[in-house]
């Protein structure tokens, strides 16, 4: 078995761990009189909701070290919005990931931006309700040499407001809302979030301190 056939075997291992649905429990953050954009009801279903934020990173990074494509993900107040390689986004507009390319996959769910309510923050929805955006992840494969946070990456996040995080074969790069503020997290970091012994949720304060540290110093 080539490195490839072991990625795409352990993404087939993980591709349904700790998948679930929201519960019947108010997981709304804001009231459904604010519609935003259109669902494409379709390409939603295909969106994967891990619980377990290891599994979600694991899951990502074996189908980009297989496939070497773009993963994307949500990382919010109720767990990790892992979203397709093809499908529709919010506003009907077909797109499918393609090697060497950015992925359109971020604008799957509807996107209600700080700039465009009161309520502070940044919301998806999903599964008609709007859930709290906490960062943003997504994978750059090891052959592009991408070990650095592109300008559309921070065009994305200036919208979003919210930390950006790059999955890399042995680093995860992280950047504050500011635009300015960025570090990179070693292999032996990278292996405690594939470990669970570090989560983005959980640890978010302290992983922002990291990055002021790391960047000033």
């Not at 072991?6 to 019947?24: G, P, V």
């Not at 919005?81 to 009907?92: I, Q, S």
């Not at 090891?142 to 995080?165: H, P, W, Y």
Request: hydrophobic share 35%; with cysteine; charged share 25%.
């Amino acid at each position: 078995m080539n490195l490839r056939e072991f990625w795409a075997a352990e993404a087939a291992k993980l591709r349904n761990t700790s998948y679930l649905s929201i519960s019947n429990e108010s997981d709304e953050i804001l009231d459904d009189s604010y519609q935003g954009e259109p669902i494409n009801e379709e390409t939603q279903k295909l969106v994967k909701l891990y619980n377990n934020e290891s599994e979600a990173y694991k899951f990502m990074w074996a189908e980009t070290a297989s496939t070497e494509l773009e993963r994307y993900a949500w990382i919010t107040n109720i767990g990790v919005l892992v979203m397709p390689l093809e499908g529709y986004t919010a506003d009907n507009q077909y797109f499918k990931t393609i090697k060497n390319g950015a992925t359109q996959a971020a604008y799957v769910l509807p996107i209600l931006y700080p700039k465009h309510t009161t309520v502070k923050g940044c919301f998806v929805k999903y599964q008609n309700k709007w859930i709290k955006v906490i960062a943003s992840m997504h994978t750059h494969p090891a052959f592009s040499g991408q070990n650095v946070v592109s300008g559309e990456d921070e065009r994305f996040m200036n919208n979003t407001k919210v930390l950006l995080l790059v999955l890399t074969s042995d680093k995860v790069l992280g950047m504050l809302p500011d635009g300015k503020t960025y570090a990179r997290f070693e292999t032996d970091e990278r292996t405690m979030l594939f470990k669970g012994q570090m989560q983005i949720k959980r640890d978010l304060e302290q992983i922002k301190k990291i990055i002021k540290q790391r960047t000033n110093s």
